[in-house]
């Protein structure tokens, strides 16, 4: 090993998608001063993937890209038709991710799905 690896950070990447771990330690196999650990072995810093936080007997929550987009706008408040404008979807669009979220929340309106959402930590305010 040479002096520079000797001396190197050394970077551990604790990441579920295997693809993304790959893209992660290509990018970082170009940097000077750090090297990629070998599994098992100790690291000055990880990279680790994070995950939903989950309390015992908490629900899997399996929400599209688009009711996560309308969720983060339920939580700034916005209204159907202004969910609607900001996607670029129609109103009954909207109506329709709102109705599943709820649903897939099981909240009783707007407020409580938002409510949820922050504490079973499926968004973040």
């Known amino acids: 090993m040479s002096e520079e ?3 190197a950070i050394v970077v551990a990447i604790e990441v579920e998608d295997p693809v993304l771990a790959d893209r992660i330690a290509a990018l ?3 940097v000077a ?3 990629i650990a070998a ?3 100790a690291a000055a810093l990880a ?4 995950t939903t936080p989950r309390t015992s007997g908490a629900q899997e929550f399996d929400l599209t890209p688009r009711e996560r987009d309308v969720l983060g706008l339920l939580a700034e408040g916005a ?4 969910i609607a404008k900001r996607l670029g979807i129609s109103a ?3 109506k329709f991710h709102v109705s599943s979220l709820l649903d897939k929340l099981d909240a009783t309106g707007r407020t ?3 409510a949820h959402a922050a504490r079973l930590g499926v968004i973040h305010l």
Request: hydrophobic share 35%; glycine share 16%; no cysteine.
């Open 112 to 114: 409580d799905a938002v």
């Open 5 to 7: 690896g000797s001396s």
């Open 92 to 94: 009954h669009t909207v």
């Open 33 to 35: 001063g750090l090297r």
């Open 39 to 41: 599994p098992g072995e």
């Open 28 to 30: 970082l196999a170009g």
């Open 47 to 50: 990279l680790v993937s994070r």
């Open 79 to 82: 209204s159907n038709k202004a």
